[in-house]
């Protein structure tokens, strides 16, 4: 959402001009690796029937106006993935794709840096734009690998070392945003780099990883490090102790998905569920306040909203994405010639979903477009490992020329 960074582009709607342009111009070239036919795969399947399991909890929702407004905004971001991933010709593209997310990844923590200014009690990121600090976290846990993939593979200068400055900038944006998940999404990305990624020779991956840890250790604070303590010592913690705490959130989420586990509480309406059918909505009564705070937990969110069905088809559309990934991965290492590049963009996508998995297991990120992002670079991958076409790394000619 460039706009709410830059407003003087508000006026532009430059969000809604450049997805109405993307999805005009992906249905009028439908030729080739763009044929919708070309997406069909487990993931899509996963895709098209969380979607269809979120509309159909509307009807039951605890309050339907809610559940109607996430469904739309899910439609969108699933309309998008369907384009970025069909709009893909080669590898490429991809790598063109993947650079983005990149990208605005670095600009956006760019821009929350210099205009959110820490100091004194206030030592961390809380409220941004769209996201607060939590959300960045994983945010940059993701797009991590990504970045490393640019440093240590790409064949231009400049470009590995641009990758090279984002990288220390999302670092510093890590250790800012005092995110526990997002510490323990970003050690999972390390550990899944030092000991999966096989396409990258181990001593490129240990000083890639030592850089980054290098200015974490330079920019962290006595007050991240003590915050960080607090994860092998939780009993010391709120979210332990205190009813509006992660242990009890979800002590009542899974009670919310028992007591409805086909359709859920309806897409979008823990909030709604936590002030009206929670045991702690009873001190409404009594003229105490309840807070209609959010699952914290992704899994247990769409469990909750959707039910069962709903949370089987979010696992599955994760699961076949990382299957897809590793398996384009493999595929590209048994041609002939080996193709090393879609292996390594793969892997480092894998990596990218792991962050993703880790940091949102504490949070509620479930519809936002992050996740379907990453899904349409999957997609979009495993398209091109299993076509006919050459591994050329050239753009394809334009059918007029």
């Known amino acids: 959402r460039v706009h709410q960074l830059f407003p003087l582009l508000l006026p532009l709607k430059p969000a809604f001009v450049a997805a109405l342009l993307a999805v005009g111009l992906y249905l009028l070239q439908q030729s080739g690796q763009r044929r919708i036919h070309r997406l069909r795969s487990p993931t899509t399947v996963c895709l098209l029937g969380l979607l269809l399991w979120a509309a159909l909890s509307v009807p039951a929702a605890l309050n339907q106006g809610v559940a109607f407004y996430v469904v739309t905004d899910l439609a969108k971001a699933v309309l998008m993935c369907a384009v970025l991933a069909g709009s893909v010709r080669s590898l490429r593209d991809v790598e063109r794709l993947t650079l983005v997310y990149f990208g605005v990844t670095v600009v956006y923590t760019a821009v929350v840096l210099s205009r959110f200014q820490l100091s004194g009690d206030s030592w961390r990121l809380d409220r941004l734009y769209y996201y607060d600090g939590n959300d960045l976290a994983t945010l940059i846990a993701s797009a991590m690998p990504l970045g490393l993939y640019f440093v240590l593979t790409h064949r231009r200068l400049v470009v590995r070392g641009l990758a090279l400055v984002g990288l220390a900038v999302l670092a510093v944006g890590e250790i800012r945003s005092g995110s526990r998940g997002g510490f323990l999404a970003c050690l999972a990305v390390v550990a899944f780099v030092l000991l999966r990624v096989t396409t990258v020779p181990a001593r490129a991956r240990l000083a890639g990883v030592v850089v980054v840890l290098l200015v974490v250790g330079a920019t962290s604070s006595d007050k991240y490090w003590t915050q960080m303590h607090s994860i092998v010592h939780p009993d010391e913690d709120y979210n332990t102790t205190s009813d509006a705490g992660r242990m009890k959130t ?19 309406n823990f909030p709604v569920a936590e ?35 709903g949370l089987l088809l979010f696992i599955g559309l994760i699961a076949t994405a990382f299957m897809s990934l590793r398996r384009a991965a493999r595929r590209a290492l048994t041609r002939s010639p080996p193709a090393g590049d879609v292996s390594r963009l793969a892997q480092s996508l894998m990596a990218a979903l792991v962050g993703w998995v880790v940091g949102a297991f504490f949070l509620s990120l479930a519809y936002t477009d992050m996740l379907y992002t990453l899904v349409a670079l999957a997609v979009a991958l495993a398209k091109i490992a299993g076509g006919n076409e050459t591994w050329s790394r050239q753009r394809p000619r334009p059918s007029w020329s």
């Not at 979800?250 to 979008?268: N, S």
């Not at 959010?294 to 069905?309: C, D, R």
Request: aromatic fraction near 8%.
């Open 250 to 268: 979800w002590e009542r989420g899974l009670v919310y998905m028992v007591g409805h586990p086909v359709l859920g509480v309806g897409a979008g």
């Open 275 to 309: 002030g009206t059918i929670s045991p702690l909505a009873r001190l409404q009564e009594r003229g105490i306040g309840v807070r209609w705070g959010a699952a914290h937990n992704s899994f247990l969110q769409v469990g909750a909203e959707l039910g069962i069905p």
